[in-house]
């Protein structure tokens, strides 16, 4: 097949969402696929171009992918460089390429990739597209709405509330420790534990960098999984340990900064729980093809869901890959799954 490798946008997870684009163009190249990485927001060329043998040398017409950095993109410099200027999120040739493809594997992260709207876009297009539909896909980006869906559920989440830039005036708050967090965020970037009233407004700040919406939620002391799952069927949990503080962007990104045990070491019952959220938490969402939910578990074994990815990293490193070779499902096998399982939705 001729697959787009979508990836970069305009989130603060942008240069994740290059590796992982790298990586599934590689896997799906082994697999004799004619696989292009793509930059949804700089494009291919800066004009109008000939585009009817651009898979013929997919390799040289990527995008060619650096290391992660440690810290977040410059989302206004890249907005800034851009040779065109023009305000729309999809770069010159996006669409005509996306078109021209069998299918787009969606490598995109947080932002306007992972929220439903370049789902939407290509729904109107007529274009095919690995993941979620745009409206679970939105749901699921909201942290807030997230957790309401699954309050209502029955899937146990922290309790926490929504607060925006407009009402942040006069806003008071006495439950501590508490997290603060962007409420469509990803890869814990503005992200911050608050232990009492005193660092509330340096979080809160640090979290109104990125969004005009935060929400601020129980801090759930203990340890921390992930359970992807694929077509409602949850994979084998994961635990992430990180070295030092918590599981932000550094320690995800900067090798050696965490200790990922997959299965993970816990009771059989805390597992069977987790699984089992997993599962009630992708249903109640409305997701069809895969999703990775994120846990908490403090120290009498009650476990939290905190939120779900519609379009986890993927890396051969990266958790859901992990979890799926645990099954023995290999990266390459795990891509070309996926796509598989994404092209249902077209039937």
Known sequence: MDIVVLAGGLSSERDVSFKSG??????????GH???VLDVFMGYSDKECDITDIFEDSVKNSVQVDSIPTEAPDIPAIIASRPDKSPSFFGPNVIKICQKADIVFMALHGGDGESGKVQAAFDLYGIKYTGNDYVSSAVAMSKQMTKDVLDRAGVPTPAGISLTKANRAGFTFDKYPCIVKPNCGGSSIGVTIVNSASELE?????AFEWEDEVVIEQFIKGREFSDGVIEGKALPVIEIAPKQGFYDYKNKYA?????ETCPAEISAKATADMQKYSEMA??????TTYARMDFMMDA??????L?????????????????AAVTGMNFEDLCEHLIKVSLKKYN
Request: a neutral charge; glycine letters at 6%; one cysteine or more.
């Open 22 to 31: 790298a990586m599934v163009a590689k896997a799906l190249r082994a697999r």
């Open 282 to 287: 992708f249903k109640a969402l409305g997701l």
């Open 202 to 206: 340096a979080a809160l700040d640090a």
């Open 255 to 259: 090798a050696g900064s965490a200790v």
């Open 300 to 305: 009498d074994e009650n476990v939290y869901c």
């Open 34 to 36: 004619r696989a292009l």
């Open 307 to 323: 939120e779900a990815n519609t379009l986890p990293g993927m890396t051969p490193t990266s958790l859901l890959p992990q979890e």
